[in-house]
T-cell receptor, first 114, second 112 residues
Framework: EPEVTQTPSHQVTQMGQEVILRCVPISNHLYFYWYRQILGQKVEFLVSFYNNEISEKSEIFDDQFSVERPDGSNFTLKIRSTKLEDSAMYFC????????????FGSGTQLSVL | DQQVKQNSPSLSVQEGRISILNCDYTNSMFDYFLWYKKYPAEGPTFLISISSIKDKNEDGRFTVFLNKSAKHLSLHIVPSQPGDSAVYFCAAKSGNTGKLIFGQGTTLQVKP
């Protein structure tokens, strides 16, 4: 079965530094998402992306966050100035269409902000 | 935000028996529900889903039941196998969106 690929699997950074999390969605998918899970908490929606623009974002997704699809295959999440509370597992997901189709999730990037 | 709740953090079941995982929701606008399974160090994997116009959906050993009046859904796994041991997440959405609202998850342990 096709997979969503995320790199790196682990990222350690200092508070205030910028990080970029990378994802390669499934090739014929059109909708892309970032979710995160803080340790011990729920998986939370961050942002959805379609047709090269953000279609929906949560209140977590403030000005420190941005997403980009720089080429035909990668989908990135950038955090400009990381905070301690950004430490979480970040999951990328993709979906072929928006109509009640399942989301395919990647294995996640564990971000640790020190 | 407690729109989707899984009140049992864990469940332990003997191999071969039925596992029943429960999920409650509060938002009556939800029209589609999904169950995901997650192993450690992996992302959530889709298991089964159900539209709000149905009350049951079955796929092999997995059946999801939806009770709209009670705002409750459940996942039945019959028979349970040790490989089913994982964290199970209930998720819900409304409208034409991929924004899923997840429950806290239930850790299922199936003992041989």
């Amino acid at each position: 079965e096709p997979e969503v690929t995320q790199t790196p699997s682990h990222q350690v950074t200092q508070m205030g530094q910028e990080v970029i999390l990378r994802c390669v969605p499934i090739s014929n998918h059109l909708y892309f998402y970032w979710y995160r899970q803080i340790l011990g908490q729920k998986v939370e929606f961050l942002v959805s992306f379609y047709n090269n623009e953000i279609s929906e974002k949560s209140e977590i997704f403030d000005d420190q966050f941005s997403v980009e699809r720089p080429d035909g295959s990668n989908f990135t999440l950038k955090i400009r100035s990381t905070k301690l509370e950004d430490s979480a597992m970040y999951f990328c997901a993709s979906q072929r269409t928006a109509t009640n189709e399942k989301l395919f999730f990647g294995s996640g990037t564990q971000l640790s902000v020190l | 935000d407690q729109q989707v709740k899984q009140n049992s953090p864990s469940l332990s079941v003997q191999e071969g028996r039925i596992s029943i995982l429960n999920c409650d929701y509060t938002n009556s606008m939800f029209d589609y529900f999904l169950w995901y399974k997650k192993y450690p160090a992996e992302g959530p994997t889709f298991l089964i889903s159900i539209s709000s116009i149905k009350d049951k959906n079955e796929d092999g050993r997995f059946t999801v039941f939806l009770n709209k009046s009670a705002k409750h859904l459940s996942l039945h796994i019959v028979p349970s196998q040790p490989g089913d041991s994982a964290v199970y997440f209930c998720a819900a959405k409304s409208g034409n969106t991929g924004k899923l609202i997840f429950g806290q998850g239930t850790t299922l342990q199936v003992k041989p």
